[in-house]
């Protein structure tokens, strides 16, 4: 498994982005890049695409080879949104990473680089052992309409495929990163899905809305209702996307 932090230290007029503030921005990468590398054992790829460097922070994990550092210049099209740039990060991982390229686990854990995913080992280990390694697992609202694209864990090869709708995304047009998730499933009929089943403890800020995201505990009766609804809703992911599809 790979961890991929998407990053934008610099939005510099990006649309539909409030979190503007350069400062405010760097430190939250800087707390989420010193989170996943103290507190979990993978390899970690990070990729800013506003051409900003931070990577001095990081030399001894850089020299070490457990933190890879890419930075370019994108957001060429901001017009587009958060989610166009969201799809050139990945892409410019998937094509420089040596961390990517030489790895023989082909799983990615793609995160909101800003953000801390507290529980990131146990979902981790949990549904590696739960499901084979081609399953593709994101979050998803009740109608099944909307992903939650904050953290992604899924094989190489679905990354590749769901980049081929990049050019479709289109904040202004109302066609999201988040509808694209979904779309992917629509148009390859041979990919496996999964919600999570248990909930990955997010937290952070979106540079969206400037929701501040926080770490909640939950009982257990209340985890055990989250696997049956994350039950349902693969069953109901597989009946009204996969299966729709294949039948059209």
């Not at 949104?81 to 030489?102: F, R």
């Not at 084979?132 to 939650?148: A, E, G, M, R, Y």
């Not at 590749?160 to 289109?170: A, H, M, R, V």
């Not at 809305?209 to 505990?217: F, H, L, R, S």
């Amino acid at each position: 498994m790979i961890i991929l932090l998407t990053g934008c230290i610099e939005p510099n007029g990006m649309v539909q982005t409030t979190l503007n503030d350069k400062e405010v921005r760097k430190e939250q990468y800087i707390n989420a890049l010193n989170f996943y590398l103290q507190k979990t054992g993978y390899s970690v790829v990070f990729v800013d695409n506003s051409n900003s460097d931070i990577s001095y922070l990081f030399k001894t994990y850089i020299q070490s080879g457990r933190l890879e550092y890419l930075s370019f210049c994108g957001n060429q099209r901001k017009e587009r949104g958060k989610g166009y740039g969201e799809c050139e990060i990945i892409q410019y991982a998937l094509d420089h990473s040596n961390i990517i390229k030489t790895s023989k686990d082909k799983r990615i854990a793609k995160i909101t680089g800003r953000l801390v995913v507290k529980n990131i080992n146990s979902v981790i280990s949990l549904h590696s052992v739960l499901f084979n390694h081609k399953t593709v697992f994101f979050s998803i609202n009740s109608d099944l309409s909307f992903s939650d694209s904050r953290l992604i864990i899924a094989p190489t090869i679905f990354y590749t495929k769901f980049l081929t709708s990049k050019e479709d995304i289109d904040d202004s047009k109302g066609y999201f990163f988040e509808h694209a998730l979904i779309d992917t499933f629509r148009k390859y009929h041979d990919l496996s899905y999964s919600p999570f089943y248990i909930i990955p403890r997010i937290e952070g800020m979106s540079g969206s809305t400037g929701e501040v995201y926080q770490d909640e505990a939950h009982t257990l009766s209340f985890c055990v209702r989250y696997v049956k609804y994350s039950i349902r809703q693969k069953c109901q992911f597989y009946k009204k996307i996969i299966n729709a599809s294949n039948n059209q």
